[in-house]
């Protein structure tokens, strides 16, 4: 059983810092973490951050400059640093990983439960 558990959400003030993490655990032979997507109520999911799979970072344009992305591969954690939020920031973000339960098992897909996020102007 593997479990993506985010942590770090919360409420804050326009202007404010968040620091989001996503740490897997079970039976975990390899993780790939994808990156990390939200929720606004009445919207689609949409893209925050991910890693491509040339090693690079895509942002959503509307966090360029303020969110960072990163992830430590040994503590199978990946984190997104959120400076300067902004109230259109409010959302339930989820992280997304590729996990292999063993050398020889296909990746299997998973999305964490979400944590809320809530900037107030």
């Known amino acids: 059983q593997v479990q993506l558990v985010e942590s770090g959400g919360g409420l804050v003030q326009a202007g404010g810092s968040l620091r989001l993490s996503c740490a897997a655990s079970?039976?975990?032979?390899?993780?790939?973490?994808k990156g990390w997507y939200r929720q606004a109520p009445g919207k689609q999911r949409e893209l925050v951050a991910v890693?491509?799979?040339?090693?690079?970072?895509v942002y959503a344009n509307s966090v360029k400059g303020r969110f960072t992305i990163s992830r430590d591969n040994a503590k199978k954690t990946v984190y997104l640093q959120m400076n300067s939020l902004k109230p259109e920031d409010t959302a339930v973000y989820y992280c997304?990983?590729?996990?292999?339960?063993?050398?020889?098992?296909?990746?299997?897909?998973?999305w964490g439960q979400g944590t809320q996020v809530t900037v107030s102007s």
């Open positions: 997304n990983a590729d996990v292999r339960y063993n050398y020889y098992a296909n990746s299997q897909n998973f």
């Open positions: 079970g039976n975990v032979y390899s993780i790939n973490f």
């Open positions: 890693f491509t799979s040339g090693g690079s970072i």
